[in-house]
C-alpha cells in the first residue's frame, strides 16, 4: 500500500501565490510518476500537471505557465507551487502517485482563491 499525506492549500486573493506538498510513504517502486488533479464544485476532477521519475513535467493549458510541478526523490514528494491564481482555481486539489498500474490518491486540499 501507498500513503500520500497532502500540506498547504488555504484561501488566497486573486493574483496570489499558494505552494503544495504531497510525501508519499509505503510501497513505493523506484519508477513512478507523481502529479495533481483538481475538483471545483460541480465539476468533474480533472487533471493538472504531472511528473514521473524522469522529471519531464506536463500540464494543463489552463494552468500553463503559472503552475509548477517538481519533486524530490530522495523524499518521495511532490510540490506544486501555483503563482496567479485565479478565481476559477478554486477547488479541491488531490496528488496522486502512479506504478505499475495503480493510483493511490491523497486526501485532498482546498483552495479558494477569492477577494
Known amino acids: 500500500q501507498v500513503q500520500l499525506v497532502e500540506s498547504g492549500g488555504g484561501l488566497v486573493q486573486p493574483g496570489g501565490s499558494l505552494r503544495f506538498s504531497c510525501a508519499a510513504s509505503?510501497?513505493?517502486?523506484?519508477?513512478?510518476?507523481m502529479g495533481w488533479y483538481r475538483q471545483a464544485p460541480g465539476k468533474q476532477r480533472e487533471w493538472v500537471a504531472s511528473i514521473p521519475n524522469g522529471g519531464s513535467t506536463t500540464y494543463a493549458d489552463s494552468v500553463k505557465g503559472r503552475f509548477t510541478i517538481s519533486r524530490d526523490n530522495g523524499k518521495n514528494t511532490v510540490y506544486l507551487q501555483m503563482n496567479s491564481l485565479k478565481p476559477e482555481d478554486t477547488a479541491v486539489y488531490y496528488c496522486?502517485?502512479?506504478?505499475?498500474?495503480?493510483?493511490?490518491w491523497g486526501q485532498g486540499t482546498q483552495v479558494t482563491v477569492s477577494s
Open positions: 496522486y502517485l502512479s506504478q505499475v498500474g495503480r493510483v493511490y
Open positions: 509505503g510501497s513505493i517502486f523506484r519508477i513512478y510518476t
